[in-house]
């Protein structure tokens, strides 16, 4: 396996209540970047970390979507208010970044699959 | 929105047979990746390959890169049931921009 875990794999929820998911990097790896993945189509990217440090946002994580990153390690995404649209597979991937290096490798977890009712 | 467009969106072989996936994409980048995804999983990366290369092989898998038209090929020869699952492609752009933009994927069936 990769080594990047998320939790939990599935979630159901019931539109406007907000939920929130984990992922765990590669211990050693200091870039973390999520994406979103709804049926049918390839990964969209929402937003990605450098250590704690949030550097790039998408224009589709709208205000309801946050992410955190807090000590450099895992992760969190919250949706607040959540809708029906945002039914998807929420994916998480992890990297390490070395300064004038070369583009790294993303390794991705498993997935949190969110259906909202 | 999606850079790459892979082609064709389904492809259904028998086992033993190669599968030659293509993508397509618009903006210039600066690598170009294939990723393999097993159906309601995580993806597993399979190769990258850089914007300066032409040619890549690892195991099975051989990927050509055409900085000029912009298109890029995987093939997998000797392919296996457990090959089928959907594949995409994904670029970045450099230029400080770490995000990959994926296509749409090609459905690979491999027919035991």
């Known amino acids: 396996d990769t080594g990047v875990s998320q939790d939990p794999r599935h979630k159901i929820t019931k539109r406007g209540q907000n939920v929130t998911f984990r992922c765990d990097p590669i211990?050693?790896?200091?870039?973390l970047y999520w994406y979103r993945q709804t049926l049918g189509q390839g990964p969209e990217f929402l937003t990605y970390?450098?250590?704690?440090?949030?550097?790039?946002k998408s224009r589709l994580l709208s205000d309801r979507f946050s992410a955190e990153r807090p000590k450099g390690s895992f992760s969190t995404l919250e949706i607040q208010r959540t809708e029906q649209g945002d039914s998807a597979m929420y994916l998480c991937a992890s990297s390490l970044y070395i300064a004038g290096g070369l583009q790294e490798t993303q390794y991705f977890g498993p997935g949190t699959r969110l259906l909202v009712l | 929105s999606q850079q790459g467009e892979e082609d064709p969106q389904a492809l259904s072989i028998q086992e033993g047979e190669n599968a030659t996936m293509n993508c397509s994409y618009k903006?210039?980048?600066?690598?170009l990746q294939w990723y393999r995804q097993n159906s309601g999983r995580g993806l597993v990366h399979l190769i990258l390959i850089r914007s300066n290369e032409r040619e890549k092989h690892s195991g099975r898998l051989r990927v050509t890169l055409d900085t000029s038209k912009k298109s890029s090929s995987l093939l997998i020869t000797a392919s296996r049931a457990a090959d089928t699952a959907s594949y995409f492609c994904?670029?970045?752009?450099?230029?400080?921009?770490?995000?990959?933009?994926f296509g749409k994927g090609t459905k690979l069936s491999v027919i035991p």
């Open positions: 970390f450098q250590n704690e440090a949030q550097l790039e």
């Open positions: 211990s050693e790896h200091n870039r």
């Open positions: 994904a670029t970045d752009s450099g230029a400080g921009s770490y995000q990959l933009t």
């Open positions: 903006t210039s980048i600066n690598n």
